[in-house]
T-cell receptor, first 112, second 117 residues
Framework: SQQGEEDPQALSIQEGENATMNCSYKTSINNLQWYRQNSGRGLVHLIL?????REKHSGRLRVTLDTSKKSSSLLITASRAADTASYFCATDGSGGYNKLIFGAGTRLAVHP | DAGVIQSPRHEVTEMGQEVTLRCKPISGHNSLFWYRQTMMRGLELLIYFNNNVPIDDSGMPEDRFSAKMPNASFSTLKIQPSEPRDSAVYFC???????????????FGDGTRLSIL
């Protein structure tokens, strides 16, 4: 079963608006990662946040982590048409190695 | 630098045929993962190799699936015989895990879109 569940499943916004995607997970984690997937391409790593971190920034991306609620959010500020993609959160499972469990993803459409 | 390279990008074949998917990980990475992505089940881990050794194959669906990593720069995923329900996009990913650390990103290839008729 999937560890991470993204919300919403789909999001449609205009260029320049902010996009917020949420991820909930079930078990304790060491880190949580966000990936982007453009249509017909592989996943691309965006950002990793460790369990002892609460917030992390990378360019127009802001990730928060609330381990007490077992949830994370990804904020993309000032969105662009090029941000149109699916976004996945992934948590490290219990395999004892870097085994990632991916959520179902959020499909983001940014309209010019 | 070259990323993870997968071949072929697309494969269409008839059920019962053998299918071989290929992957070249990023040079220097010692961990390799095979995933399958479908609309119904999302992204599923099939098998994980560390230093060319299969560590976790619990995601391999059944005996029709097999994977090998004969050296650090090449891996194959084979399906024999193939069935229509195997249709999916298959991804290979690699990671730099000197020891199984838990904070390294995975680098994905662009996948093989497999259609079994």
């Amino acid at each position: 079963s999937q560890q991470g569940e993204e919300d919403p499943q789909a999001l449609s916004i205009q260029e320049g608006e902010n996009a917020t995607m949420n991820c909930s997970y079930k078990t304790s984690i060491n880190n949580l990662q966000w990936y982007r997937q453009n249509s017909g391409r592989g996943l691309v790593h965006l950002i990793l946040i460790r369990s002892n971190e609460r917030e992390k920034h990378s360019g127009r991306l802001r990730v928060t982590l609330d381990t007490s609620k077992k949830s994370s959010s990804l904020l993309i500020t000032a969105s662009r048409a090029a941000d149109t993609a699916s976004y996945f959160c992934a948590t490290d499972g219990s395999g004892g190695y870097n085994k990632l469990i991916f959520g179902a993803g959020t499909r983001l459409a940014v309209h010019p | 630098d070259a990323g993870v390279i997968q071949s072929p990008r697309h494969e269409v074949t008839e059920m019962g045929q053998e299918v071989t998917l290929r992957c070249k990980p990023i040079s220097g990475h010692n961990s390799l993962f095979w995933y399958r992505q479908t609309m119904m089940r999302g992204l599923e881990l099939l098998i994980y190799f560390n230093n060319n050794v299969p560590i976790d194959d619990s995601g391999m669906p059944e005996d029709r699936f097999s994977a090998k990593m004969p050296n650090a720069s090449f891996s194959t995923l084979k399906i024999q015989p193939s069935e229509p329900r195997d249709s999916a996009v298959y991804f290979c990913a690699s990671s730099d895990l000197g020891h199984p650390r838990r904070d390294q990103p995975q680098h994905f290839g662009d996948g093989t879109r497999l259609s079994i008729l």
